[in-house]
């Protein structure tokens, strides 16, 4: 079962401005898993990790997709930007798309 989940996907990496063709890249991997995605612009985010405190802006996405290819989304995000840790959570548990 779909459901509506949000994932944070970082614009800089080590203080360097991530490319946007790394993030088409990201964006077309997460379509084939999921069949497509919504982005946001970004904002700024902020969070202590190892008792250090980061800042920097995120992208917001919204993907429906079952649990099964979020968790897959997510592992793959780490690795496509270089992360320790990446942050996605439920937004709904019903996704409704109707055709005409």
Known sequence: MRKLWKIL???TNDGKKIKKKHHRKWDHKVSE?????????AKKGRWKH?????SEKMIRV???AT???IITIARMTAEHYSQKAIMYY????QVVI???
């Open 9 to 11: 996907v970082p614009v």
């Open 33 to 41: 898993i999921a069949g497509g995605l919504t982005l946001f612009k």
């Open 50 to 54: 190892g008792g250090k405190m980061f």
């Open 62 to 64: 919204e993907i429906a």
């Open 67 to 69: 649990q099964d290819e």
């Open 90 to 93: 439920l937004k709904s548990e």
């Open 98 to 100: 109707m055709e005409y």
